[in-house]
């Protein structure tokens, strides 16, 4: 059996790759009560207990972060919708704890979109 290689990046790396224009498709997967009290700008929300293998909601063909609170559930949610895969798939290491604490921007839902 062959094992999925998901890179684990770090918030200052998020941030250069975002400030350099590359597309990055951000996946929460904390809990929707918890995206709407503040998530990363353009996040979508993808809670991890709602993830289903059979019907994986992103889009593959464009790289992906996904993060929770601290990166125990982004873990877990990268080997529900990966299992075997290849994409470009990282894990926010730092989580939504880490982007916070830094004073990067968020946004919440009265600022963005219905996702």
Known sequence: MELTKISVLRCEQIVRTLESGTPLQLIDVRSRAEWLKGH?????SLPLQDLNPNTNPLDLSKPSLIYCHEGF??????????????????????????????????????ESSSN
Do not use: C, H, K, Y
């Open 73 to 110: 559930r982004a873990t877990t949610a990268a080997s529900i919708l990966l299992p075997g895969g290849e994409a470009a798939v990282a894990i926010l290491m730092d989580g939504f704890e880490g982007w916070s604490a830094l004073g990067l921007p968020l946004e919440t839902q009265d």
């Open 40 to 44: 990363l700008p353009g996040a979508i």
